[in-house]
T-cell receptor, first 113, second 113 residues
Framework: NAGVTQTPKFQVLKTGQSMTLQCAQDMNHNSMYWYRQDPGMGLRLIYY???????DKGEVPNGYNVSRLNKREFSLRLESAAPSQTSVYFCASSAGDYTDTQYFGPGTRLTVL | GENVEQHPSTLSVQEGDSAVIKCTYSDSASNYFPWYKQELGKGPQLIID?????GEKKDQRIAVTLNKTAKHFSLHITETQPEDSAVYFCAAERIQGAQKLVFGQGTRLTINP
């Protein structure tokens, strides 16, 4: 099992460009999450999906959109990137809700110039 | 909303000594408290968790203690080894709000040989 995979690992964008971060899990998990990690701060939830076909806003959703394409895949889209979105992005999944173990991907380091 | 404060932000110990990381939380309704370890260049990984119906939980060299009255919980690592060097995050459940699991700011633990 690969667990949770994310692509790309690194990305540099110019302000105003768009991109999609891809995430897939092969553990048949119901819930999937997108977090951002900034220096000196805890992981902050951007969006989550409790099941296929549903998505909900997290703590910091502005500037992002998500798609739960199927049970395996959960993508995060930046429509018009801003320097404030420079961060490391992690996708995670869990079998049940947030009190189940969350399995994290390796992360995407995004820089917006 | 839930605030999770984690201390210290950095910790350096000699190999073989013990390390203790402490977190405080504000939501008295919180019942779930996981700890994650993040190695360099990787995503966080759950190492131990505790629920409010117990005061302590151990797993080999790792233990977590919970004081619900004082609203704090701690991670204890005994007989530290070089591979324990990493960033550790605590988290606490938040009943209200968009992010149901709130993370602390992280502790960078360095084990000196």
């Amino acid at each position: 099992n690969a667990g949770v995979t994310q692509t790309p690992k690194f990305q540099v964008l110019k302000t105003g460009q768009s991109m999609t971060l891809q995430c897939a899990q092969d553990m048949n998990h119901n819930s999937m999450y997108w977090y951002r990690q900034d220096p000196g701060m805890g992981l902050r939830l951007i969006y989550y999906s409790a099941s296929e076909g549903t998505t909900d806003k997290g703590e910091v959703p502005n500037g992002y959109n998500v798609s739960r394409l199927n049970k395996r895949e959960f993508s995060l889209r930046l429509e018009s990137a801003a320097p404030s979105q420079t961060s490391v992005y992690f996708c995670a999944s869990s079998a049940g809700d947030y009190t189940d173990t969350q399995y994290f991907g390796p992360g995407t380091r995004l820089t917006v110039l | 909303g839930e605030n999770v404060e984690q201390h210290p932000s950095t910790l350096s110990v000699q190999e073989g000594d013990s390390a203790v990381i402490k977190c405080t939380y504000s939501d008295s309704a919180s019942n779930y408290f996981p700890w994650y370890k993040q190695e360099l260049g990787k995503g966080p990984q759950l190492i131990i968790d505790i629920r409010s119906n117990v005061g302590e939980k151990k797993d080999q060299r790792i233990a977590v203690t919970l004081n619900k009255t004082a609203k704090h919980f701690s991670l204890h690592i005994t007989e530290t080894q070089p591979e324990d060097s990493a960033v550790y995050f605590c988290a606490a459940e938040r009943i209200q709000g968009a992010q149901k699991l709130v993370f602390g700011q992280g502790t960078r633990l360095t084990i000196n040989p």
